[in-house]
Antibody, heavy 120, light 110 residues
């Protein structure tokens, strides 16, 4: 398993862009898919999207128009940008990883989570 | 994509067994044995408990077991303990090559 450490701005105004980064420690960066998952206060988990080391992405269709997930292999980091945020985007955002193996559709490492609040 | 359906809460006494259901569709749970379960204690990140419907990661107690029938997956916790009180989420791969979570179930140990 890898260790994930994430950071980013915690307070945004409506219409601003959310930006979070997750650093990966241990393991082979090219052996995983790197995901973002969010959890509104008191609510369930929502998969946002993922990227591999080559930069290939898959996004949640409900968020696709506002999301960009990118990767920096030189730093073993990946990032999330979510544009035009509203109060509905207030959530704890987690980075997570799943192994790049056939059928490995589960997350075995998670970041510590970062609360992002959208408020005017 | 719609979230998988889980009961909002399940409770049991210490030592009892409880089962949490996770209902999807033929586009996710019903078509793939790629259902996973996560345990989340307050203020913590989720922890993987079950993957591929019924497999346990190393270090997870064998009191946790998973199964699937049709479009419904289930997580059973046997010999319920106080430390099992947490929120539990199921997840499934989908035919759109995405992942979807359930709404979560709060487990209370009476």
């Amino acid at each position: 398993q890898v260790q994930l450490q994430q950071w980013g701005a915690g307070l945004l105004k409506p219409s601003e862009t959310l930006s979070l980064t997750c650093a990966v420690y241990g393991g082979s960066f090219s052996s995983y898919y790197w995901s973002w998952i969010r959890q509104p206060p008191g609510k369930g988990l929502e998969w946002i999207g993922e990227i591999n080391h080559r930069g290939s992405t898959i996004y949640n269709p409900s968020l696709k128009s506002r999301i960009t997930i990118s990767v920096d292999t030189s730093k073993n980091q990946f990032s999330l940008k979510l544009t035009s945020v509203t109060a509905a985007d207030t959530a704890v955002y987690y980075c997570a990883s799943r192994q790049q193996l056939p059928g490995a559709y589960y997350f075995d490492s998670w970041g510590q989570g970062a609360l992002v609040t959208v408020s005017s | 994509q719609s979230a998988l359906t889980q009961p909002a809460s399940v409770s049991g006494s210490p030592g009892q067994s409880i089962t949490i259901s996770c209902t999807g569709t033929s586009s996710n749970v019903g078509s793939y044995n790629y259902v996973s379960w996560y345990q989340q204690h307050p203020g913590e990140a989720p922890k993987l408990m079950i993957f591929d419907v019924s497999d346990r990661p190393s270090g997870v107690s064998n009191r946790f077991s998973g199964s699937k029938s049709g479009t419904t997956a289930s997580l059973t916790i046997s010999g319920l303990q106080a430390e099992d009180e947490a929120d539990y989420y199921c997840s499934s791969y989908t035919s759109s090559n995405t992942l979807v979570f359930g709404g979560g179930t709060k487990v209370t140990v009476l």
